[in-house]
Antibody, heavy 121, light 107 residues
Framework: EVQLVESGGGLVKPGGSLRLSCAAS????????MNWVRQAPGKGLEWVSS????????YYADSVKGRFTISRDNAKNSLYLQLNSLRAEDTAVFYC??????????????WGQGTLVTVSS | DIQMTQSPSSLSASVGDRVTITCRAS??????LNWFQQKPGKAPKLLIY???NLQSGVPSRFSGSGSGTDFTLTISSLQPEDFATYYCQQSYNTPRTFGQGTKVEIK
């Protein structure tokens, strides 16, 4: 059974940092592109970042570029998101999601339960 | 960035109704369009990929159509468990933008 379990969320002050983790199991993690998607309270979904299976291709939303860093450790079946210079508008539930399919027909078929990041003084 | 616009933003419907949700892209995205369902407090769930392909395990009352800039998600006979928010997402390029969501409520 595919499982994705996020952790690392919490309350942080503006300008602070957090590192989110996503532990994957039930599939060969090293073969899949992975994504982070966030959702501010009461708002819609926002794609944040993606990383290819061997970390060759990395992409970010403009809203987080230069502040967030995605990475993965295939030996540990884990995905990470380093959040720096956090702002109040970064407050959200962060989901990790597995991506399947080739090229433009890719889609996120499995999602974790999410971890809440709250940025407040 | 490609803008995705869903309509309506919300709708009220009864069990058994046929429901259609529309998603429009700001430029042509061929059939690179996915649909998700999200219930309160839960992660999104993939329903449809590549505009019209039903994800494994998703009931056949869900269907998708469209290409280019205009897409639809149809629920042929609304069931109690279908009351949720629905999102489209383009996979044509990054950023992988989502529509703003359509909340389907009980009439």
């Amino acid at each position: 059974e595919v499982q994705l379990v996020e952790s690392g969320g919490g309350l942080v002050k503006p300008g602070g940092s957090l590192r989110l983790s996503c532990a994957a199991s039930g599939f060969t993690f090293s073969l899949f592109t992975m994504n982070w998607v966030r959702q501010a309270p009461g708002k819609g979904l926002e794609w944040v970042s993606s990383i290819s299976s061997s970390s060759t291709y990395i992409y970010y939303a403009d809203s987080v570029k230069g502040r967030f860093t995605i990475s993965r450790d295939n030996a540990k079946n884990s995905l990470y998101l380093q959040l720096n210079s956090l702002r109040a508008e970064d407050t959200a539930v962060f989901y990790c999601a597995r991506e399947v399919g080739s090229g433009n027909y890719s889609r996120a078929d499995y999602w974790g339960q999410g971890t809440l990041v709250t940025v407040s003084s | 960035d490609i803008q995705m616009t869903q309509s309506p933003s919300s709708l009220s419907a009864s069990v058994g109704d046929r429901v259609t949700i529309t998603c429009r892209a700001s430029q042509s995205i061929s059939t690179y369009l996915n649909w998700f369902q999200q219930k309160p407090g839960k992660a999104p769930k993939l329903l449809i990929y590549a505009a019209s392909n039903l994800q494994s395990g998703v009931p056949s009352r869900f269907s998708g159509s469209g290409s280019g800039t205009d897409f639809t998600l149809t629920i042929s006979s609304l069931q109690p468990e279908d009351f949720a928010t629905y999102y489209c997402q383009q996979s044509y390029n990054t950023p992988r933008t989502f529509g703003q969501g359509t909340k389907v409520e009980i009439k």
